[in-house]
């Protein structure tokens, strides 16, 4: 499975590369440096959605007291934290020349700034707690708690007046953009999801490893491989 | 094709150093990620053969399939 993901993503990453560098124009208002838009875009949506499943599988292990679906959430939140620091990475970088600052405490900056504080709240807190389970059960309780903050990032172009625009992309509308420019930017969200899941899938593996290290069948496996 | 030369691909019409910045960041990200998770497999695969080597000391009757 691991090594399908990653040869998808690094096909879906050239290509949305090529049509995002080589295929869509020049933005008749932003020039060149739109062209951010084929990171910042899917990182942002990225980083909300990863969110949501964690705490989806978060909410599932401590319902039902399933340890594997608590180890994917915990292998989930570093990729999650990881893209919400590049969107407001290069959130930063586009505003600066389009907005004339870095950073302003709009409504969606600043909650997509929470989420990042979410997301390493989450890690700490279960890298604090010694025993695994009773950190599985904590983290979920943030995870849940944080879930609240996802319609406020998704609306908040919307309740307040930001500075931040709009969606140029939603799914009832026709997109506010060149195709090409669509294209680029949906086939760089597919990269990020394969990605993604590529890279979870590995980190779980890991995770399960380490925490399943007293069973038979990780002795047995480790007795396989050192033969 | 939207650049007639490489120094205008670079240049990205004068915002260079936002659109490199952005992608530069998000690269070292990414291969960051996927280094820190190997290694935490090596780490973990090492450590775990120590261990297996020690209880073969401990026991050298016990036959390895």
């Given at each position: 499975m691991i090594p399908i993901f990653s040869f998808a993503a690094i096909v879906l990453l050239v290509a949305g590369l090529?049509?995002?560098?080589?295929?869509?124009?020049?933005?008749?208002?932003?020039?060149?440096?739109?062209?951010?838009?084929?990171?910042?875009?899917?990182?942002?949506?990225?980083?909300?959605?990863l969110y949501v499943v964690m705490a989806?599988?978060?909410?599932?292990?401590?319902?039902?007291?399933?340890?594997l679906s608590s180890m994917f959430a915990t292998a989930i939140a570093p990729t999650g934290a990881m893209f919400t620091f590049i969107a407001l990475w290069t959130g930063a970088l586009w505003g600066k020349p389009m907005w004339g600052t870095w950073w302003v405490w709009d409504a969606r900056l600043t909650s997509e700034l929470?989420?990042?504080?979410?997301?390493?709240?989450?890690?700490?807190?279960?890298?604090?707690?010694?025993?695994?389970?009773?950190?599985?059960?904590?983290?979920?309780?943030?995870?849940?708690?944080?879930?609240?903050?996802?319609?406020?990032?998704?609306?908040?172009?919307?309740?307040?007046?930001?500075?931040?625009q709009g969606a140029s992309?939603?799914?009832?509308?026709?997109?506010?953009?060149?195709?090409?420019?669509?294209?680029?930017?949906?086939?760089?969200?597919?990269?990020?999801?394969?990605?993604?899941?590529?890279?979870?899938?590995k980190r779980t593996r890991v995770i399960i490893l380490e925490r399943e290290s007293h069973t038979a069948w990780v002795a047995e496996l480790q007795r396989k491989e050192t033969v | 094709m939207n650049w007639s030369s490489a120094s205008e691909f670079f240049s990205m019409g004068g915002y260079g150093l936002y659109v490199w910045g952005s992608y530069i960041v998000t690269?070292?990200?990414?291969?960051?990620?996927?280094?820190?998770?190997?290694?935490?497999?090596?780490?973990?695969?090492?450590?775990?053969s120590l261990i297996h080597d020690l209880n073969k000391k401990e026991m050298p009757n016990e036959t390895t399939s």
């Amino acid at each position: 499975m691991i090594p399908i993901f990653s040869f998808a993503a690094i096909v879906l990453l050239v290509a949305g590369l090529y049509v995002g560098f080589f295929v869509a124009p020049t933005d008749f208002q932003q020039g060149e440096a739109y062209r951010i838009i084929f990171i910042h875009v899917p990182a942002a949506w990225m980083s909300m959605f990863l969110y949501v499943v964690m705490a989806f599988w978060a909410g599932i292990g401590l319902a039902f007291n399933t340890r594997l679906s608590s180890m994917f959430a915990t292998a989930i939140a570093p990729t999650g934290a990881m893209f919400t620091f590049i969107a407001l990475w290069t959130g930063a970088l586009w505003g600066k020349p389009m907005w004339g600052t870095w950073w302003v405490w709009d409504a969606r900056l600043t909650s997509e700034l929470i989420l990042l504080f979410l997301y390493i709240g989450f890690m700490s807190l279960q890298a604090a707690i010694d025993d695994p389970r009773r950190a599985d059960k904590a983290g979920a309780i943030i995870a849940l708690v944080g879930v609240v903050n996802i319609p406020i990032i998704y609306f908040s172009v919307q309740w307040w007046n930001t500075l931040h625009q709009g969606a140029s992309v939603s799914v009832t509308q026709a997109p506010a953009m060149a195709t090409t420019m669509l294209m680029g930017m949906l086939i760089m969200v597919f990269a990020s999801w394969m990605y993604s899941i590529a890279v979870i899938l590995k980190r779980t593996r890991v995770i399960i490893l380490e925490r399943e290290s007293h069973t038979a069948w990780v002795a047995e496996l480790q007795r396989k491989e050192t033969v | 094709m939207n650049w007639s030369s490489a120094s205008e691909f670079f240049s990205m019409g004068g915002y260079g150093l936002y659109v490199w910045g952005s992608y530069i960041v998000t690269f070292i990200c990414v291969i960051g990620e996927i280094l820190l998770i190997s290694n935490r497999r090596r780490t973990l695969e090492k450590r775990y053969s120590l261990i297996h080597d020690l209880n073969k000391k401990e026991m050298p009757n016990e036959t390895t399939s």
